[in-house]
């Protein structure tokens, strides 16, 4: 009985690992003062496609204390043999981060692991989960 209870606590546990869920972490006290007056938009690495998929979302101006930071990395390869196992089922190979920063405080922070470089999809999924900390 136990050795079946730990079994499938084991197997929970792994399936948690393998799960796809974005990790959205928000200072509560500094963003509940209502909607943000504005915003402006730092993407690193530059990348014209992406800065166009972000805009289309929301108007960001250049003049603004509150930056949303944008990074990501795809085709992320690594070369350690122990991590076999991981490659030969699908090691997801990319990232998306979002920050908002008021001053250099950062106030809220999304990260996601993808399969593949962030596209117009995994944006709009980024930005819909942050957007009602953002506007109120």
């Known amino acids: 009985m136990i050795l079946r209870y730990v079994s499938s606590l084991i197997f929970f546990l792994m399936l948690l690992g393998c799960s796809d869920n974005a990790i959205v972490k928000v200072d509560e006290k500094a963003l509940t003062q209502g909607s943000l007056p504005c915003m402006r938009l730092m993407i690193f690495p530059p990348h014209e496609q992406m800065q166009d998929d972000f805009e289309s979302l929301y108007p960001f101006t250049q003049t603004c204390e509150y930056m949303l930071r944008i990074s990501y990395k795809s085709h992320i390869v690594c070369n350690v043999t122990t991590n076999a196992d991981k ?9 998306l981060r979002l920050e908002l920063l008021k001053q250099q405080k950062l106030l809220l922070s999304y990260y996601k692991d993808l399969e593949s470089a962030p596209d117009r999809t995994s944006i709009e999924d980024a930005f819909s989960s942050v957007e009602p900390y953002l506007i109120h």
Do not use: I, P, V
């Open 87 to 95: 490659k030969a089922l699908g090691m997801q190979n990319a990232y």
